[in-house]
C-alpha cells in the first residue's frame, strides 16, 4: 500500500479527532512501558482499554454528529459499537498506528426483547468496528462489548492477541446461534455520518425513539 494512500489512515478527521491532545495523551498512557517497536502489544493494550474500559451502552435513537467524534466518547466513559470502534482508531492513529473502520449490518439471534421491541427487528444495520494495519495486514478488531457484559450475557468475550482478527462469534457458550454478518459496507477512513443516520431512519424509522443528543 503506498504512502499516499496509508497517509488517509493515519490523519485526523472530524470524527477522529486525535488532534484533541485528551487523545494522544491517554494513547500514550495505555502503552506505557512498551517499546515503540513492539507494535503488536501496544495494539492489544489500546484494544482491551477500548473493550473494557468504555462499556458498551445501546444508543436509543440518533446520535448526533458530536457524540460519534472520538474525544467525546473518551470523555463521556461508554458507548456503542461506532463511537467505541472511533475511539480506538484515533487511539491507533495518535501512535502512528495506521486505523481504519469497517461497516457491516448484522443480525445478533440473542438480541433482548426489548431491544427487539424498540428496533423492530434484530438487524443492526452499519455495525462498527476498526481495522489496524500491522505486519503488512489489516486486522479485524472488535471492540464493542466489555466483558462484563459478555460475562453477563454468557457471550464468548472478543479478545485479540495482537496478531490475528478479533470479531463477534457466530454462536455463544451455550452453542445458540448468535451473530450474523449479512452486509459488508466496507472500510473508510472516517465515520460516514450520512449513510449511517440515512440506513438508521430507513431501517429503524417507524419504531426509533429519538435519543438525547
Not at 463511537?83 to 491507533?92: D, N
Not at 469497517?102 to 428496533?119: G, R, T
Request: net charge neutral; glycine share 6%.
Amino acid at each position: 500500500m503506498t504512502s499516499n494512500i496509508m497517509d488517509e489512515y493515519l490523519a485526523p478527521t472530524y470524527f477522529i479527532d486525535f488532534d484533541n491532545p485528551v487523545i494522544p495523551s491517554k494513547a500514550r498512557d495505555i502503552v506505557k512501558g512498551i517499546g515503540q517497536a513492539d507494535v503488536s502489544r501496544m495494539a492489544q493494550r489500546l484494544f482491551y482499554f477500548v473493550r473494557d474500559q468504555i462499556p458498551y451502552k445501546v444508543y436509543w435513537g440518533l446520535p448526533s454528529r458530536t457524540y460519534l467524534r472520538a474525544s467525546t466518547t473518551l470523555s463521556r466513559g461508554y458507548g456503542f459499537c461506532i463511537p467505541k470502534a472511533t475511539l480506538l482508531v484515533a487511539l491507533a492513529r495518535s501512535l502512528k498506528i495506521p486505523a481504519r473502520l469497517h461497516f457491516a449490518d448484522i443480525i445478533n439471534h440473542l438480541a433482548s426483547e426489548n431491544l427487539k421491541k424498540v428496533m423492530g427487528t434484530k438487524l443492526f444495520v452499519y455495525h462498527g468496528y476498526a481495522e489496524l494495519f500491522m505486519n503488512d495486514t489489516w486486522l479485524k478488531v472488535n471492540p464493542a462489548f466489555d466483558l462484563a457484559l459478555t460475562e453477563d450475557k454468557g457471550y464468548f468475550p472478543v479478545d485479540f492477541d495482537g496478531t490475528k482478527d478479533a470479531v463477534f462469534q457466530s454462536t455463544d457458550k451455550l452453542g445458540n446461534k448468535h451473530f450474523e454478518y449479512v452486509k459488508d459496507h466496507g472500510t473508510f477512513a472516517d465515520v460516514p455520518y450520512k449513510q449511517i443516520m440515512d440506513a438508521f431512519i430507513e431501517t429503524y424509522g417507524n419504531t426509533w425513539n429519538p435519543g438525547q443528543r
